[in-house]
C-alpha cells in the first residue's frame, strides 16, 4: 500500500504531499480543490510508465485521443489537450508523482515536454520536402523509476495522423489500480470482473454486498441475454432483471465490490463514491468496502462532496483503516489536512466544515 504521496506541478497542483495514508482514504474539499486530480495523479503512478493511460487522463475528463472530433483539431488545439496536465498550462515545468509503497519502495514518475531525439520529415507526393514547420514539434516525455534501480522511459508524439506512442523501454513494477468514474465504467467491465471472481470462488462476497440494499436477492448472474454480457439479479420472480433495472445503487455497489476484487494488493480510485447511494446505507456500504478491501488487500483512495459520506466512513470504520483528508487549494501550495479520530469527532459535534 502506499503510505505517503507527493505530486508537484500537475494540473492544479504546483506541489502536495500527504504523508498519513490508510487502507481506506477518503479526500473531500471545495470544487477545484484538485481531488479528481489527486486520483489520476495516482492512476498514472500505478502504470508505471504506460503513456496511454497519460492521455487516458483527458479521456477522464471528456476527450478522447481517438475521436472524430479530436481528429479533425488542428495540430495546435490538439497539443492544447497535453497542455491542460501541467499547471497554468506551463508547459516548461516538469511533471513529477513520487509515492513510497510499503512493498514496492519508492515510486517515481516524471513527465515533460521535450524536443524529439529524431525528427520525421514529411515528404508530399512528388518526393519533395513538406514545406511543415518542425521546429516547434514536440513530444511528452514520461520517465518512471521504482526505488532507483528499475527505471524506463516512454514518449507520446503528436503527427499529422494523431499521437504516436513509444512503449517503456522495460517492464517496471508497480501497483495495479482501477480508477472508477460513472461516465467511464461499462456494464461490460462489471460483467467481465464478476466472471474472474467466480473462477475464484467468491462470487458470493458480490451476493452478500448487494443485499444491502435489496435483502430479496437470492443470486447474481452474468449473461448476454441482452446481446453483451451485463449482470443480472434473481428476487424471486419468473425471470431474471437486468441489474441496472434495481436501481443505482445496486449498480454502484456491484461496480465497486467488483473493481476491488480485481487488484489484489493494489488500489481503487473513486470519485464522488456516495454517487447513486441514499445516505441511509452509506454506513453498510463502508462496511462492504471495508471487507472487501481487507479480503484482497487493496488500498481504497475515495473523494466525496457529502457531509453523511464522511460521517458514515468514520462511524462505520476503525481508526487504524481509516483515513479524512482535506484537500485545500492555495495560490503557491496546495494544502492536505488528514484528521485525527478525536478531531473528526470534535467536528461533526461542532458543526465544523470538513467537506
Request: proline letters at 4%; aromatic letters at 6%; a negative charge.
Amino acid at each position: 500500500m502506499f503510505t505517503r504521496i507527493k505530486i508537484q506541478n500537475f494540473r492544479t497542483f504546483n506541489e502536495l504531499e500527504i504523508s498519513d495514508l490508510g487502507r481506506i482514504n477518503l479526500f473531500t474539499g471545495a470544487n477545484n480543490s484538485g481531488k479528481t486530480s489527486l486520483l489520476e495523479a495516482l492512476f498514472l503512478l500505478s502504470g508505471a510508465g504506460n503513456p496511454h493511460l497519460v492521455l487516458n487522463s483527458n479521456v477522464l475528463r471528456g476527450f478522447d485521443q481517438n475521436a472524430t472530433l479530436v481528429k479533425t483539431m488542428s495540430t495546435d488545439l490538439q497539443r492544447d489537450l497535453w497542455k491542460e496536465l501541467f499547471p497554468q498550462l506551463d508547459v516548461s515545468k516538469t511533471i513529477e508523482v513520487a509515492g513510497d509503497h510499503d512493498s514496492l519502495g519508492k515510486l517515481t514518475m516524471e513527465i515533460s515536454l521535450e524536443r524529439p531525439s529524431i525528427t520525421k520529415v514529411a515528404h508530399d507526393a512528388n518526393g519533395n520536402l513538406s514545406a511543415t514547420n518542425f521546429a516547434e514539434e514536440r513530444v511528452l516525455a514520461i520517465r518512471f523509476s521504482n526505488s532507483g534501480t528499475e527505471q524506463n522511459e516512454s514518449q507520446i508524439r503528436l503527427t499529422a495522423q494523431g499521437f504516436e506512442f513509444s512503449p517503456p523501454s522495460s517492464a517496471t513494477a508497480s501497483p495495479p489500480a482501477i480508477l472508477l468514474l460513472s461516465r467511464t465504467s461499462t456494464i461490460q467491465d462489471d460483467a467481465r470482473r464478476l466472471g474472474k471472481l467466480r473462477t475464484q470462488k467468491r462470487g458470493g462476497l458480490l451476493l452478500d454486498a448487494l443485499r444491502v440494499v435489496e435483502p430479496k436477492l437470492i443470486a447474481i448472474e452474468d449473461n448476454t441475454a441482452s446481446g453483451a454480457p451485463m449482470l443480472w439479479g434473481d428476487v424471486g420472480l419468473s425471470e431474471l432483471v437486468p441489474l441496472p433495472v434495481m436501481g443505482e445503487g445496486m449498480t454502484r455497489i456491484a461496480r465497486l465490490v467488483l473493481a476491488i476484487s480485481s487488484v489484489p494488493h493494489g488500489a481503487v480510485l473513486v470519485d464522488e463514491v456516495e454517487n447513486g447511494l441514499h445516505h441511509s446505507i452509506l454506513q453498510k456500504v463502508w462496511k462492504v468496502i471495508d471487507v472487501a478491501a481487507r479480503e484482497f488487500n487493496t488500498q481504497i483512495f475515495a473523494t466525496s462532496h457529502s457531509l453523511e459520506c464522511a460521517a458514515a466512513a468514520h462511524n462505520a470504520l476503525a481508526p487504524r483503516v481509516f483515513r479524512l483528508h482535506r484537500l485545500e487549494a492555495g495560490d503557491a501550495k496546495c494544502r492536505c489536512v488528514t484528521y485525527e479520530p478525536e478531531s473528526i469527532d470534535a467536528a461533526f459535534k461542532h458543526d465544523l466544515e470538513v467537506r
